[in-house]
């Protein structure tokens, strides 16, 4: 028996493991994917995500990762740019979380690839190579439920999520350097930012019926992109890097709600499987990488899942909330048009969006 059972290797899993492992703790991770693999993501490492990855002992820029200092609102033919209140990195999770999987094993966690987990009875995981048994589980399995688990229920016009990969013309290249670009459209939300190797990342986020409207296709989705003028341009002759776009349904942004009742007593829930903060303030690996180590420091003291969630609530459910509610703000139009405009006139009250939806300074060990 493992002292901590790890079900995924994305970045809250494999931040745990590492602090385990490093802690003296032995840890077995599960991870359903035999290798690097691209998941829909925005891909922007804010200034708490490039700390936690340095105490972990990754260096973003070592892996490529691409600066970003200012952020640029765009809406329609309009736009409006502002510095951001901290230095941000652009990397994808292709490579990233290879690496986080590689330094848990470098710190001496157990790692087992292309494992299915099947089923979870208390402290023993039914995989598809036998069972795995954890003193302590820690659930870190992304936005997706075990197989045998109550699936979330259906959210009425809820969010799909799209991302894609691109190069650039050189000249579109040097209008996005430095810079992440957010472009408001109706019912969603675009980002497009450079990561490693001259890519660009562009990651949309739109209400179930706009993606119906567009006709529930990525070609209705990338054509809607042509109505936004800054978009249009630096896409104009970009080379898509993927056959298809990634996609995923069905995303239940918000807060936890309180007491965070769940199927499976007694595991630590960690990154989206805990909550997903909207992405349109940019802190989703954040949470999942601040989760982690909160996971671990709770199994190397002892501590229960209880206490764990409960710190994790006092840690995340403010940044959640003033996300949410900027994102649902910028999907109503008169919202949008009103936050455009005073942005226009205002431009460092963007700086002060972003700083304002930021996890709390970590205190911990």
């Known amino acids: 028996m493992a002292d901590a059972l790890i079900l995924g290797g994305g970045l809250a899993g494999s931040a745990a493991a590492c602090l385990i492992a490093r802690g003296g703790g032995d840890v077995n991770l599960l991870e359903r994917e035999t290798g690097p693999h691209h998941k829909v993501c925005g891909e922007f490492l804010s200034v708490e995500a490039v700390a ?12 490529g990762a691409v600066p ?67 003193r302590q589980v820690l659930i870190a399995t992304g936005k997706l439920p075990i197989r045998g688990e109550k699936a979330p229920a259906r959210i009425a016009n809820g969010h799909v999520g799209f991302k894609m990969h691109y190069r650039l013309a050189p000249s579109a290249a040097r209008q996005l350097a430095e810079t992440i ?22 990651c949309l986020v739109l209400r179930a019926q706009a993606f119906a409207r567009l006709g529930g296709d990525w070609q209705g989705v990338r054509a809607c992109l042509d109505g ?4 249009q341009r630096i896409l104009a002759d970009a080379e898509p890097l993927f056959a298809r776009p990634l996609a995923i349904a069905n995303l239940g942004y918000g807060p936890p709600p309180r007491g965070h009742a769940t199927d499976i007593a007694g595991a630590m829930f960690l990154g989206d ?22 996971a ?22 403010r940044q959640i909330a003033r996300a949410t509610i900027l994102q649902n703000g910028f999907e109503a139009p008169a ?13 460092a009250l963007l700086t002060h969006a ?3 939806t930021r996890l709390p300074d970590w205190s911990g060990p």
């Open 52 to 63: 936690h990855l340095r105490q972990l002992g990754v260096e973003p820029l070592d892996l």
């Open 68 to 134: 970003i200092h200012r952020m640029r609102l765009v809406w329609e033919n309009r736009e409006v740019e502002a510095a951001l209140p901290f230095a941000a990195l652009g990397l994808s999770r292709h490579v990233l979380d290879e690496t986080l999987i590689s330094q848990a094993v470098a710190n001496g966690a157990r790692v087992e690839r292309g494992v299915r987990v099947t089923g979870l009875d208390g402290h023993v995981a039914r995989t598809n190579v036998g069972e795995r048994e954890g």
């Open 181 to 202: 670009v957010l472009a408001l459209l109706d019912d969603g939300y675009a980002g497009l930012q450079l990561v490693e190797n001259g890519r660009a990342n562009l």
């Open 228 to 231: 936004t003028s800054q978009l």
């Open 273 to 294: 499987r805990w909550a997903m903060t909207p992405s349109l303030t940019g802190d989703g690996m954040a949470i999942a990488l601040r989760s982690g180590l909160l």
């Open 296 to 317: 671990a420091g709770c199994v190397l003291a002892g501590e229960s899942a209880g206490t764990y969630h409960r710190l994790l609530a006092a840690e995340t459910r």
């Open 335 to 347: 919202f949008r048009h009103a936050a455009y405009w005073l942005a226009r006139l205002y431009p």
């Open 354 to 356: 972003a700083r304002a």
